[in-house]
């Protein structure tokens, strides 16, 4: 009989404990549903803020001309669009062949690139400008960050010497000089000592500094 009650008390501490562990675990798995819920909620959180931050980046960009390959009438327009946009792509042309070859792809990377201004202005009706960045082969291609002439693409010799280039090769050359923004592996560093850098409103002595 004693057995039977020293059994039953043994049966009943069991089952408390196994209650307790029970109970125990149940706040466990609880708490770690609250932090991934929380965690969960946080990221989605975060996720909103970038998507409304790029929204807002887009239409800015998109009220400042950019997803469009357009002509700048005047110098006027081409300072006010370089002060307007952090990034820009400037076709210096004329009525040829080699610059309608340029104009096709650029028409097609401005619409996939929306984060840079792809624009064109007439060498000739443009004397100021083609003296200050000595522009003299036509088509060449100012690849201006932050306001400066960061670098050029002059004709076609980087892009195989040939007008048979595909808008992919211009793309990746944008890329080489981060003037268009791709991911980390298709941007390669450049081979050779460094891209011009020219301000588009410097003096005439800083303007012979460097061809």
């Known amino acids: 009989m004693e057995n039977s009650k020293v059994q039953e008390i043994l049966e009943k501490q069991l089952l408390t404990v196994a209650k307790a562990v029970e109970d125990k675990i149940d706040d466990e798995i609880a708490a770690l549903d609250r932090v991934d819920n929380d965690d969960l909620e946080a990221l989605r959180e975060r ?94 291609l100012a690849l201006i960050k932050n306001t400066k002439v960061d670098d050029y693409v002059v004709g076609f010799d980087e892009l195989g010497g040939t007008d048979e280039f595909s808008t992919e090769e211009l793309e990746e050359r944008l890329a080489k000089s981060q003037v268009i923004i791709q991911d980390e592996s298709s941007i390669y560093s450049s081979k050779s000592s460094g891209p011009v850098r020219r301000s588009v409103r410097q003096s005439e002595n800083c303007d012979s500094d460097s061809e």
């Open 47 to 140: 996720r909103l803020q970038q998507m409304k931050k790029m929204a807002e980046k887009r239409s800015r960009w998109v009220s400042l001309g950019h997803g469009e390959y357009s002509e700048i009438p005047s110098e006027k327009d081409f300072f006010n669009a370089v002060k307007a946009s952090e990034r820009v792509v400037c076709h210096f042309y004329r009525e040829n062949w080699p610059c309608k070859v340029m104009d096709k792809h650029l028409n097609i990377l401005a619409k996939q690139h929306i984060e840079t201004r792809f624009v064109k202005i007439q060498a000739e009706k443009s004397p100021f400008l083609a003296e200050r960045l000595k522009i003299v082969v036509l088509p060449t």
